[in-house]
């Protein structure tokens, strides 16, 4: 028979254990947090998930090679969407209710992002995204939800419009766009500040789907509306070809393009027919850019994955890495107690973070999680983008709404 | 529409179109020699730009050398996928060797994936250069040349099977195989050889392309307008095939002028349905007939 002491330890012991139990977050234990992750690893867009993955688990490798967040190492459980919502919500059920991640970092486009939105909100899961600029990611506000190196697009709509009417002089803009989320979202937001800020209207706008592969009945829509300007939204595969065609139809426009083919993928896909092209990076660095604190990043990307392709590392690489980055540091800064309102509070103290030169300032407030406002305007000269000195005057509305 | 409009969509379709044509016949020699109708046929142009993307990078082979290669590498594996795969199961249901075909499609693709991904690369050919101004038109050197590939193919095809001993004896064995059996021909090596030529075939389909769309898994992706191209054209017709090739290609691409992006897809469908109404047998197809 126990005597009264025992028994009162024993209790004040399970006691003990029910709170630390109640306390606990999902996916973290003493030695490893786990984060979901997922993007199109295959498909048309496996350019943006392949660049997202391997870049993060890059600097998952490094920050576990130095000794990792708070003494817990990251761990990664990756899904492929595929480039579809619906796969998105898929994976994103799977990360958060089977392998009970503690957070996300979402390297997808706005595609499939946006299919996730409203479990991950439901959820109260922190989704950190790295690429995707659809509006829902960060409007209406949400705690749990932060943008991290891509910015939102109005403000994409902002600076596009700002650069196409002032640096281009565009009078006559033509707007030619995939029918997916993201390249359509950016054709609505060129049209809109097209409109509202320089008074503009596109003389022609045509869409296309995503892989076609022949460009003709556009291209020769647009060159009877004989424009000054095209801005051309979708991926760079399509691009490529866009661009190849409209020199054989002698379409004689300058040629803007959306942040996804501000790259060297783009590059090596359209050759010697994206001379004079020019649009937005947004990172301050791109690959392939002379700069030694490029070289030393490529260089050590290139000993972790030797054998890919021209046109990689991209873009997304950079990105994904630099986020991870962040994202990392918004964990240190969160505390060895790590929990989800610890991790928010966390990414909010950051006010133009950059984790690395490759980076782009990050701001992260109480009241929006866009994390860049920030884009370099780029032109292709002698085959590679260069840096224009043009900047825009006009300053962006699009925070007034988060007041 | 501008007839100068209307000329240029024309080049543009008849291109599109040629690269429907290739898959289509290559569908359609097999199905005619053993009675199958092959699904991986498109991954045969995945393949294609494979072998042709390995031979240029890691052997530094020119063009020229690496397309013969290419089409001997392929026409191989199209032996040992007749040799391996269709013949140990042809006597099973049409539906079974069908799909055994898919599954080969499936690991084509798959195992492409496990060595390049689905990172873009892509591949350089010599005739691609600086568009001809023909009037008007503006013809790419490219697509003329997928054109004149596809019309070669044709013609040397249909030489082949007029003129050649092996030739006549594919014919035969399409007609009947027991009395082409009785006549001394063998069935087993005309069925490697149809596989094998439809491979080949499918590899130059996708060394045409590439360097004009670049080379992703999903190269390959069009064995439904290939199958589209040979149900219009009456499926049994090599002629016939590349009618319906180029017809498909250019019914997209006017619809695609005249309706948008997204009717690109819809008008062809329901015009072949409606084709397909009035001449089931497709275009140039005939009802088989049997003596009772």
Request: aromatic share 10%.
């Given at each position: 028979?126990?005597?009264?002491?025992?028994?009162?330890?024993?209790?004040?012991?399970?006691?003990?254990?029910?709170?630390?139990?109640?306390?606990?977050?999902?996916?973290?234990?003493?030695?490893?947090?786990?984060?979901?992750?997922?993007?199109?690893?295959?498909?048309?867009?496996?350019?943006?998930?392949?660049?997202?993955?391997?870049?993060?688990?890059?600097a998952?490798?490094?920050?576990?090679?130095?000794?990792?967040?708070?003494?817990?190492?990251?761990?990664?459980?990756?899904?492929?969407?595929?480039?579809?919502?619906?796969?998105?919500?898929?994976?994103?059920?799977?990360?958060?209710?089977?392998?009970?991640?503690?957070?996300?970092?979402?390297?997808?486009?706005?595609?499939?992002?946006?299919?996730?939105?409203?479990?991950?909100?439901?959820?109260?899961?922190?989704?950190y995204?790295s690429?995707?600029?659809?509006?829902?990611?960060?409007?209406?506000?949400?705690?749990?939800?932060f943008?991290g190196g891509?910015?939102?697009?109005?403000?994409?709509?902002?600076?596009?419009?700002?650069?196409?009417?002032?640096?281009?002089?565009?009078?006559?803009?033509?707007?030619?766009?995939?029918?997916?989320?993201?390249?359509?979202?950016?054709?609505?937001?060129?049209?809109?500040?097209?409109?509202?800020?320089?008074?503009?209207?596109?003389?022609?706008?045509?869409?296309?789907?995503?892989?076609?592969?022949?460009?003709?009945?556009?291209?020769?829509?647009?060159?009877?509306?004989?424009?000054?300007?095209?801005?051309?939204?979708?991926?760079?595969?399509?691009?490529?070809?866009?661009?190849?065609?409209?020199?054989?139809?002698?379409?004689?426009?300058?040629?803007?393009?959306?942040?996804?083919?501000?790259?060297?993928?783009?590059?090596?896909?359209?050759?010697?027919?994206?001379?004079?092209?020019?649009?937005?990076?947004?990172?301050?660095?791109?690959?392939?850019?002379?700069?030694?604190?490029?070289?030393?990043?490529?260089?050590?990307?290139?000993?972790?994955?030797?054998?890919?392709?021209?046109?990689?590392?991209?873009?997304?690489?950079?990105?994904?890495y630099t986020d991870m980055y962040a994202f990392a540091e918004g964990l240190?800064?969160?505390?060895?107690?790590?929990?989800?309102?610890?991790?928010?509070?966390?990414l909010?103290?950051f006010?133009?973070y950059r984790s690395g030169?490759?980076a782009t300032p990050l701001?992260f407030?109480?009241?929006?999680?866009?994390g860049?406002?920030?884009?370099?305007?780029?032109?292709?000269?002698?085959?590679?983008?260069?840096?224009?000195?043009?900047?825009?005057?006009?300053?962006?509305?699009?925070?007034?709404?988060?007041? | 529409?501008?007839?100068?409009?209307?000329?240029?969509?024309?080049?543009?379709?008849?291109?599109?179109?040629?690269?429907?044509?290739?898959?289509?016949?290559?569908?359609?020699?097999?199905?005619?020699?053993?009675?199958?109708?092959?699904?991986?046929?498109?991954?045969?142009?995945?393949?294609?730009?494979?072998?042709?993307?390995?031979?240029?990078?890691?052997?530094?082979?020119?063009?020229?050398?690496?397309?013969?290669?290419?089409?001997?590498?392929?026409?191989?594996?199209?032996?040992?996928?007749?040799?391996?795969?269709?013949?140990?199961?042809?006597?099973?249901?049409?539906?079974?060797?069908?799909?055994?075909?898919?599954?080969?499609?499936?690991?084509?693709?798959?195992?492409?994936?496990?060595?390049?991904?689905?990172?873009?690369?892509?591949?350089?050919?010599?005739?691609?250069?600086?568009?001809?101004?023909?009037?008007?038109?503006?013809?790419?050197?490219?697509?003329?040349?997928?054109?004149?590939?596809?019309?070669?193919?044709?013609?040397?095809?249909?030489?082949?099977?007029?003129?050649?001993?092996?030739?006549?004896?594919?014919?035969?064995?399409?007609?009947?195989?027991?009395?082409?059996?009785?006549?001394?021909?063998?069935?087993?090596?005309?069925?490697?050889?149809?596989?094998?030529?439809?491979?080949?075939?499918?590899?130059?389909?996708?060394?045409?392309?590439?360097?004009?769309?670049?080379?992703?898994?999903?190269?390959?992706?069009?064995?439904?307008?290939?199958?589209?191209?040979?149900?219009?054209?009456?499926?049994?017709?090599?002629?016939?095939?590349?009618?319906?090739?180029?017809?498909?290609?250019?019914?997209?691409?006017?619809?695609?002028?005249?309706?948008?992006?997204?009717?690109?897809?819809?008008?062809?469908?329901?015009?072949?349905?409606?084709?397909?109404?009035?001449?089931?047998?497709?275009?140039?197809?005939?009802?088989?007939?049997?003596?009772?």
């Open positions: 028979m126990l005597g009264r002491k025992p028994i009162i330890l024993m209790a004040l012991a399970a006691l003990g254990l029910s709170l630390t139990a109640a306390r606990a977050e999902q996916g973290v234990t003493n030695d490893t947090i786990t984060i979901g992750a997922f993007g199109p690893i295959t498909g048309p867009a496996a350019y943006i998930g392949l660049g997202g993955r391997d870049g993060m688990n890059l998952v490798k490094q920050i576990n090679a130095a000794g990792g967040i708070n003494g817990r190492k990251l761990q990664i459980a990756f899904e492929d969407d595929t480039h579809s919502p619906t796969r998105a919500l898929a994976a994103v059920k799977k990360l958060i209710d089977q392998d009970q991640v503690f957070a996300l970092f979402c390297v997808a486009g706005s595609n499939a992002t946006v299919g996730t939105i409203d479990f991950v909100k439901e959820k109260g899961r922190v989704m995204v690429f995707a600029s659809a509006p829902p990611v960060t409007w209406p506000f949400s705690r749990n939800l943008r891509t910015t939102e697009v109005p403000r994409y709509g902002e600076m596009y419009a700002e650069f196409v009417a002032d640096y281009f002089k565009g009078k006559k803009v033509a707007i030619m766009n995939g029918r997916e989320e993201y390249p359509k979202n950016e054709g609505n937001a060129l049209e809109k500040y097209l409109q509202s800020w320089f008074s503009i209207t596109p003389v022609k706008r045509a869409e296309f789907n995503i892989g076609d592969k022949d460009f003709t009945p556009q291209l020769l829509e647009i060159r009877s509306a004989a424009p000054d300007v095209i801005a051309f939204f979708g991926n760079p595969a399509e691009a490529a070809i866009a661009l190849r065609q409209a020199k054989e139809l002698d379409v004689k426009a300058r040629i803007f393009v959306g942040t996804t083919m501000v790259d060297q993928n783009f590059l090596a896909a359209a050759k010697e027919n994206a001379e004079g092209v020019a649009g937005f990076a947004l990172t301050p660095l791109l690959p392939g850019s002379p700069h030694a604190d490029m070289k030393a990043w490529e260089a050590k990307w290139k000993a972790e994955y030797p054998n890919l392709p021209v046109g990689r590392p991209n873009i997304f690489d950079i990105l994904a240190k800064r969160a505390g060895k107690d790590l929990t989800t309102d610890k991790l928010i509070g966390a909010e103290t006010a133009g030169p490759l701001t407030t109480k009241k929006h999680h866009i860049n406002l920030r884009l370099q305007p780029m032109q292709v000269k002698g085959g590679q983008w260069e840096q224009l000195s043009w900047e825009g005057k006009r300053p962006s509305e699009i925070l007034k709404r988060y007041e | 529409m501008s007839w100068q409009i209307a000329l240029q969509l024309a080049f543009s379709g008849l291109s599109v179109g040629s690269i429907y044509a290739l898959v289509a016949l290559a569908l359609v020699i097999p199905f005619k020699a053993s009675g199958v109708l092959n699904f991986a046929q498109g991954e045969m142009a995945t393949l294609g730009a494979y072998i042709g993307l390995a031979l240029a990078t890691n052997f530094g082979l020119p063009f020229l050398v690496m397309v013969p290669l290419t089409l001997l590498v392929a026409a191989g594996f199209g032996v040992l996928m007749e040799r391996l795969v269709v013949r140990p199961i042809i006597a099973a249901p049409e539906f079974t060797v069908v799909i055994a075909t898919f599954a080969v499609g499936v690991i084509i693709k798959s195992a492409v994936r496990v060595q390049w991904q689905d990172n873009l690369f892509t591949l350089d050919a010599p005739y691609v250069g600086a568009p001809i101004a023909l009037g008007p038109v503006r013809l790419n050197p490219a697509y003329l040349v997928i054109i004149a590939a596809t019309l070669s193919v044709v013609g040397l095809l249909t030489l082949f099977f007029a003129n050649t001993k092996f030739g006549k004896a594919m014919r035969a064995v399409a007609i009947d195989q027991n009395a082409a059996r009785l006549m001394g021909i063998g069935v087993g090596s005309v069925f490697m050889s149809a596989w094998a030529l439809a491979a080949a075939i499918g590899a130059l389909a996708g060394l045409l392309l590439a360097p004009i769309i670049g080379i992703t898994p999903e190269i390959g992706h069009l064995i439904l307008k290939g199958l589209v191209a040979a149900v219009i054209g009456g499926f049994t017709s090599l002629g016939g095939a590349v009618a319906g090739g180029l017809l498909l290609g250019l019914l997209e691409t006017y619809a695609g002028a005249f309706f948008g992006a997204t009717f690109k897809n819809i008008v062809p469908f329901c015009i072949l349905i409606a084709i397909l109404l009035y001449k089931p047998h497709g275009l140039f197809g005939t009802a088989a007939v049997k003596r009772v």
